[in-house]
């Protein structure tokens, strides 16, 4: 629940973490593959055109510490000086060594991110995040680059079976049988804004029952499958997704917010190449690609191995 909950609730999400993350504007241009992206003009002056050196740091979960990865080999082929200092710790540790200077860079999630530095917010899609967030880290005198379509965001998730039965594929589909259907989730996405009432208010489905489940994947995946629960709160990259054949309904109406991933900068240690390497990772990076390398980060593989690999397949390794 690192994503919906307010702030209170961040540190006692993140902790629980296994295989999971932490939780673009429209006058962006779209993102092309191999394409050279120059920051938008509001983010100040034009980025160096030097490789540049930086330290990229990461929160202390897996998939946090292989997207550092991913990030640092793409800027790396492109001749920046790179070092990986993962594992920092949650959002707060992580932000005060952005801004100390202790490390350059962090790559993070959109709506979570815009929620620490912003406060709560109306931004619910990819566009509206990215463009919020292009105003709140300039006022840090950070900077940001393209987003990844990679999400780790809360969803709705049904089994197959569930999905099949009912024919579901949006969480509207739910509205004429969720009061037959038991819901879990851990306890705050009952009375947050974003979760049970914004599922009451802007979907009007009703649970027949909320089970609060403790905040652990493992948790929450045993209790989809054996049927203690119909429906579960689940994070777009957790790897039971794929291996349990769960079905994630879409939010059509975006009442959670976008957690796309984006690279976060000091505003003086970012370059023109970071950013292109920056740049062409996310254009590539989809929820798909990155709950694969997530579960082979959970199956046992290095992060740095793992993201290398992808990095090579992409053709991301050589400028």
């Known amino acids: 629940m690192r994503r919906i909950v307010s702030a209170g609730f961040t540190v006692a999400a993140i902790v629980v973490l296994a295989g999971c993350g932490a939780y673009g504007s429209s006058s962006l241009p779209d993102r092309v593959s191999g394409e050279t992206h120059t920051l938008p003009s509001d983010a100040d002056a034009a980025l160096p055109h030097r490789p540049g050196s930086v330290t990229i740091g990461s929160a202390a979960f897996p998939e946090a510490e292989l997207l550092a990865h991913l990030y640092a080999g793409a800027m790396r082929a492109r001749g920046v000086k790179v070092d990986v200092h993962a594992n ?3 959002r707060p540790a992580y932000m005060a060594a952005l801004k100390d200077g202790s490390i350059g860079a962090v790559p993070e999630y959109g709506g979570s991110l815009l929620e620490y530095l912003a406060g709560e917010n109306d931004a619910r899609t990819s566009q509206e995040v990215q463009a919020e967030l292009l105003d709140a880290t300039r006022k840090q005198s950070l900077r940001i680059t393209d987003y990844a379509s990679a999400q780790d965001a809360d969803t709705i998730t049904v089994t197959k079976e569930t999905a099949e039965k009912y024919r579901l594929k949006s969480i509207g589909d739910l509205k004429p049988v969720a009061g037959k259907l038991k819901l ?4 705050p996405l009952q009375t947050v804004s974003s979760g049970v009432p914004a599922l009451k208010r802007v979907y009007g489905v009703e649970f027949k029952q909320f089970v609060p489940l403790a905040p652990s994947g493992s948790i929450t995946q045993t209790a989809l ?3 203690t629960v119909d429906a579960a709160d689940i994070f777009s ?3 039971a997704i794929s291996r349990f054949g769960f079905v994630s309904l879409e939010d059509t109406e ?9 690279p976060v900068f000091r505003q003086d240690v970012l370059t023109q190449p970071m950013a ?3 740049d062409a990772v996310s254009a590539r990076l989809d929820t798909n690609e990155l709950r694969a390398l ?3 980060v959970a199956d046992g593989d ?4 793992t993201a290398s690999d992808w990095l090579s397949r992409k053709g991301l390794t050589k400028n």
């Open 88 to 90: 920092i710790g949650e």
């Open 184 to 187: 879990g989730a851990p306890a």
């Open 225 to 227: 499958r054996n049927g």
């Open 237 to 239: 990259t957790d790897p």
């Open 254 to 262: 975006h009442i959670f917010a976008a957690q796309n991933i984006v």
């Open 276 to 278: 292109d390497a920056c």
């Open 294 to 296: 997530v579960t082979r």
């Open 302 to 305: 290095d992060p740095s191995t």
